[in-house]
């Protein structure tokens, strides 16, 4: 039950310091960052213990590529994409796998800023997610975050 509640908390905590929700009025400091990376790990850890719940543990690996993406640990966070797109695959959560999709493609084009196709499958889900139920919702997070972590990269 104590671990159970931990993972919550971890999970909570990892959400809260993205950056890429751009909240008004919200900095995430250097140090809130770094909590937030440790606090998806501790989520990801007790979530493989406690859970075989694919939609959880698709969860848990996207908030991980979330806060690997805003450490630009850009190999580690499409690991942890191409993870949540299985899980939530298994979970029959197509919106989540999309959004997997996508944050993928973000991270690609953070790699690469000349991939076209990265940037055209980005193109695709977000139009994808208009379609699916509780798709509008991923897919303004994911323009969010695709303004937010790009911004100040282009040359």
């Given at each position: 039950m104590l671990r159970e509640a931990v993972r919550v908390l971890a999970y909570r905590l990892g959400s809260f310091t993205w950056p890429g929700w751009d909240e008004?009025?919200?900095?995430?400091?250097?140090?809130?960052?770094?909590?937030?990376?440790?606090?998806?790990?501790?989520?990801?850890?007790?979530?493989?213990?406690?859970?075989?719940?694919?939609?959880?543990?698709?969860?848990?690996?996207?908030?991980?590529?979330?806060q690997l993406l805003n450490a630009?640990?850009?190999?580690?966070a499409l690991g942890c994409f191409q993870r949540a797109e299985l899980y939530a695959e298994r979970a029959l959560h197509p919106a989540d796998k999309l959004a997997a999709v996508g944050y993928a493609a973000l991270a690609q084009m953070m790699l690469d800023e000349g991939?076209?196709?990265?940037?055209?499958?980005?193109?695709?889900?977000?139009?994808?997610?208009?379609?699916?139920?509780?798709?509008?919702f991923l897919a303004a997070q994911l323009?969010?975050?695709?303004?937010?972590?790009?911004?100040?990269?282009?040359r």
């Amino acid at each position: 039950m104590l671990r159970e509640a931990v993972r919550v908390l971890a999970y909570r905590l990892g959400s809260f310091t993205w950056p890429g929700w751009d909240e008004p009025g919200i900095v995430v400091t250097r140090a809130e960052s770094a909590a937030g990376l440790d606090a998806a790990r501790l989520s990801l850890r007790l979530t493989l213990e406690l859970d075989s719940e694919a939609l959880k543990l698709g969860r848990a690996y996207l908030l991980l590529g979330l806060q690997l993406l805003n450490a630009e640990a850009l190999h580690g966070a499409l690991g942890c994409f191409q993870r949540a797109e299985l899980y939530a695959e298994r979970a029959l959560h197509p919106a989540d796998k999309l959004a997997a999709v996508g944050y993928a493609a973000l991270a690609q084009m953070m790699l690469d800023e000349g991939d076209s196709a990265a940037v055209e499958r980005l193109r695709n889900v977000l139009q994808e997610l208009g379609e699916v139920e509780d798709g509008e919702f991923l897919a303004a997070q994911l323009g969010t975050a695709v303004r937010v972590l790009l911004r100040g990269r282009a040359r």
